[in-house]
């Protein structure tokens, strides 16, 4: 059985609610990223448009050593099916 993956602007709007403000380039980069997939079919933002967020997750969090770290990592990590996630504590 097979679990879809959620919305990636979904994920990235709640990621944005714990982010704290100072983190701007991360804000920035997930922003960005989310605007520029207003026109994408829900089911390719179910699919397609994981991996670039990963490689924005890598870029702006080396390490989940904060709480805030922490939650977004289950936040992106829910949004995943099982078999897809990228980031493992």
């Known amino acids: 059985?097979?679990?879809?993956?959620?919305d990636v602007t979904d994920v990235i709007e709640q990621m944005l609610k714990v982010i704290p403000n100072e983190e701007t380039q991360l804000i920035n980069?997930?922003?960005?990223?989310?605007?520029?997939l207003w026109n994408q079919a829900p089911e390719v933002r179910c699919t397609d448009f994981w991996k670039p967020m990963t490689s924005i997750m890598q870029r702006n969090i080396d390490s989940f050593d904060q709480p805030w770290k922490i939650e977004v990592l289950k936040i992106f990590n829910a949004g995943k099916a099982e078999s897809e996630r990228l980031f493992n504590k």
């Open 29 to 36: 980069d997930l922003t960005t990223f989310k605007d520029a």
């Open 1 to 6: 059985m097979s679990v879809v993956s959620a």
